[in-house]
């Protein structure tokens, strides 16, 4: 049994029967906009690396390599476990391990410099995050889906090493402009934010038009509690991991951020475009889900790091600098 035979025979599982075929205009116009944003997104956070930064942390690669094993260790099994407590149906299960295979998103670098982490860190994680996805996304995915019937030979994988290809040749492009042409990368980052909040919200729309009548078959009480606890404990976990390998404080909070990050625009892409209509139904909708979860829990941890800052003792304060310097020399 494959996944079209499954998502065919499952109404109430996912909700594809009856959703618009892949030719309908507003079907293909939203697979445009999911590459376009992908593609954009990819370009400006090329446009922020700068190669003497990669290399110097590629020299030192401690902390890239943690978040690394966190990235693609803690968040593929984190999907895997949650989709399996929870009993979840072949689509709804290879929605939530293609979120948790994803490499880091974008946001983790805001997020880290929110939590007064390390951006430099922050950038050139996402950037490595992206290249290992190359290899690891697919093998991963290959893995994890053995333990759902009908996802074994069902994946993409195909479309999905194209996606990241072109993830990877977007960030290319932005790490050329601001390296050969670094005087233009500011110019293409206010010009890639515009282009990709009209992109985000036409896509937003367009999207609720096409699966309005299947909303209510994402916002089940499995799908919110799976997108509400992977980034929760991919925050969590990725901290643990830091701490336990004696990284700095800074460096703890950017893996932090890192590992429980997901490039939603990938995953989108990846769901929208890879998959037929009526395979994944609504279930592309995933992603929003969990960066909507995803954003409230950095927000609450960066409030709770601000506050235990603001009120913090300034002798404790000043240790907490010098073990921290220490710590990272």
Known sequence: MNLTQVSAGNVSGNGSVGFPNELSPLNKAINVLSIVILFVTMISLGCTM????????????????IALLAQFGVMPLTAFALAKALRMDPVKAVAVLICGCCPGGNLSNIFSLALKGDMNLSIVMTTCSSIAALVLM????FVYSQGFSGLESAVPYVRIVYALVLTLASCSVGIAINHYRPRYAPVV????????????????????????DFMWMVLTPDVLAVGAL?????FTLGYVMSVMCRLSQQYCRTVSMETG???????????KVTFAPDVIGPMFLFPLIYIT???MEALL??????????????????????????MQA
């Open 189 to 212: 980052m206010k010009v890639g934010l515009t282009v990709l909040i009209i992109s985000s919200i036409a896509a937003f729309v367009l999207s609720g038009i096409l699966a309005k």
């Open 293 to 295: 979860f995803q954003c």
């Open 261 to 271: 990050c997901q490039n939603i625009q990938l995953c989108v892409a990846i769901l």
């Open 230 to 234: 992977m980034p929760l404990i991919g």
């Open 301 to 326: 941890l960066t409030l709770c790091f601000r506050c235990y800052r603001a009120f913090k003792p300034p002798a404790e304060e000043a240790v907490g600098v010098r073990s921290e310097e220490l």
């Open 138 to 141: 697919p093998l991963l995915l």
């Open 50 to 65: 700068e190669i003497y930064k990669i290399k110097a942390h590629l020299l030192k690669p401690k902390g890239v390599g």
